[in-house]
């Protein structure tokens, strides 16, 4: 049973066509979208998390899935199509609802929103980049799969909690995209190199916009 309606799409993927997730649990099932087949070595299955699923993502080219879980503490990121976990992000120690993960165009970011108000934002480091850094890629990776306590890399803090949003970044990640369903829209500016707090560039009332277009 889906009852969030959760599921995701890429635009491309490692065989001739895209991929196509669904949750199934704790776990995520990966499709061959074209031959209509499970894409993994598991069945398409990749466990993720003990507690039922409350967001799933998939990058465009179809190589890293991100999951949440309804627990909301922990971000994992699978690579596609083994499955291999490649971070397990803390994103804080409290229950939480998580709204939206979403990777950034070139899938170097994952951003997160949540019923707190604060939108966190993760570096992914792919199974490619691991591997040519060798032994101490390898050792790296198995820690910070065992520490499950990889912190975020930047975040910003939205004025109204409580309120469900979802978040976008920009074609070169220098800034996200954070809606609101009580109708507003705010664009924050994210320092790549250093990370840290991110901050508010512009906000607008869409109902205003809205109002405008409606007057003679």
């Keep these: 049973l889906n009852a969030l309606g959760l599921c995701a799409m890429s635009q491309a993927g490692a065989g001739a066509g895209p991929y196509f997730v669904l949750p199934m649990e704790g776990s995520v099932v990966l499709y061959d979208a074209l031959n209509v087949a499970s894409a993994t070595p598991r069945g398409g299955v990749i466990k993720a998390h003990n507690n039922p699923l409350s967001g799933i993502a998939i990058n465009n080219a179809g190589t890293v899935i991100a999951t949440t879980s309804r627990k909301g503490t922990i971000v994992r990121v699978f690579s596609v199509p083994d499955g291999t976990q490649l971070h397990s992000f803390r994103r ?58 990889d912190r975020h890399f930047a975040y910003f803090n939205v004025r109204n909690q409580g309120v469900r949003t979802s978040c976008a970044f920009s074609e070169d990640n220098s800034r996200v995209f954070v809606a609101s369903m009580d109708g507003f829209l705010y664009t924050y500016r994210l320092d790549t190199f250093n990370g840290g707090e991110c901050q508010l560039e512009s906000e607008y009332s869409l109902h205003q916009l809205t109002d405008d277009d409606a007057d003679p």
Excluded: W, Y
């Design 92 to 149: 804080g120690r409290r229950s939480a609802v998580i709204h939206s993960p979403q990777f950034s165009p070139d899938a170097t970011f994952l951003c997160v929103t949540s019923e707190t108000g604060t939108c966190h934002i993760f570096r992914i480091v792919q199974e490619s980049e691991r591997k040519s850094t060798g032994f101490l890629g390898t050792i790296t990776a198995a820690l910070g799969r065992m520490a499950e306590n």
